[in-house]
């Protein structure tokens, strides 16, 4: 029995809110390594004489076209999962928001930790999806 004012079902507005969240959170990160002009800095010395020069390279400039890929893979899992939250699909958003997380874990040497939040909320989102119905 509920308490008075409380509620037993899942508010479908928080998953679908959550997952519009996570793709947010996912295409903003995605965004912010293709068009920062500056993501990697380094010092170097001209061929060993003279003062030190700054060079400044973007995501894309360093690690070249093939590295779009490894961008597209978070926010593909978090679109996806962000849809299935939106569709009630509650397997499905689980199993994309845990391999959302574990893409974080395994790339959080370069661009995993910038996801992890997208991944987060994708995890909410799931949680709070209405169990699948057959």
């Not at 070249?64 to 939250?85: D, K, Q, Y």
């Amino acid at each position: 029995m509920a308490l008075e004012g409380t509620t037993t079902s899942h508010d479908p507005h928080v998953s679908a809110w959550t997952g519009l969240i996570a793709a947010g959170l996912a295409l903003v990160a995605t965004l912010w390594f293709l068009l920062w002009p500056c993501s990697y800095r380094a010092m170097s010395t001209p061929a060993g004489v003279g003062p030190q020069q700054q060079t400044c390279l973007s995501f894309l400039g360093e690690n070249g076209a093939a590295s779009l890929f490894v961008l597209l893979i978070p926010l593909a899992l978090t679109v996806l999962g962000m849809l299935a939250v939106r569709g009630g699909k509650r397997r499905y958003a689980w199993a994309l928001g845990i391999l959302d997380l574990a893409f974080c874990l395994v790339a959080s040497a370069s661009v995993g930790l910038w996801y992890l939040p997208s991944a987060i909320a994708l995890s909410i989102g799931a949680a709070t999806t209405r169990p699948d119905r057959r």
